[in-house]
Nanobody
Framework: QVQLVESGGGSVQVGGSLRLSCAASGSTARSYCMGWFRQAPGKEREGVAG????????YYADSLKGRFTISRDNAKNTLYLQMNSLKPEDTAMYYCAADLTPCSPVVGRTGVEYRFWGQGTQVTVSS
């Protein structure tokens, strides 16, 4: 199993940036597929970006390409989400998720295939 703890959320103005982090416990954390999901009030959870265990492959929701970047540092057992040019519609609770290979899709999914989740970190973008 792996335990996940997100951090880095906060309040930012339109056009600002935030970097979310997700610290994974366990020596095998680097073997896990990982992804970021978000859920806004009254909306279904949606996949934001996914990354393969090595970090060689990344996947993004089309609407977020060019603004969000997912990465991981396996030496530090940490997943990141760099978010730039933030918009009010990016306001949501952001969650990191992990599971073993084969990697389940993140984009276009709610993440039900992922077994391990963090507690979430709130991102609020105001105009």
């Amino acid at each position: 199993q792996v335990q996940l703890v997100e951090s880095g959320g906060g309040s930012v103005q339109v056009g600002g940036s935030l970097r979310l982090s997700c610290a994974a416990s366990g020596s095998t954390a680097r073997s896990y597929c990982m992804g970021w999901f978000r859920q806004a009030p009254g909306k279904e959870r949606e996949g934001v970006a996914g990354i393969s265990p090595s970090g060689a492959y990344t996947y993004y929701a089309d609407s977020l390409k060019g603004r969000f970047t997912i990465s991981r540092d396996n030496a530090k057992n940490t997943l990141y989400l760099q978010m730039n040019s933030l918009k009010p519609e990016d306001t949501a609770m952001y969650y990191c998720a992990a599971d073993l290979t084969p990697c389940s899709p993140v984009v276009g999914r709610t993440g039900v295939e992922y077994r391990f989740w963090g507690q979430g970190t709130q991102v609020t973008v105001s105009s």
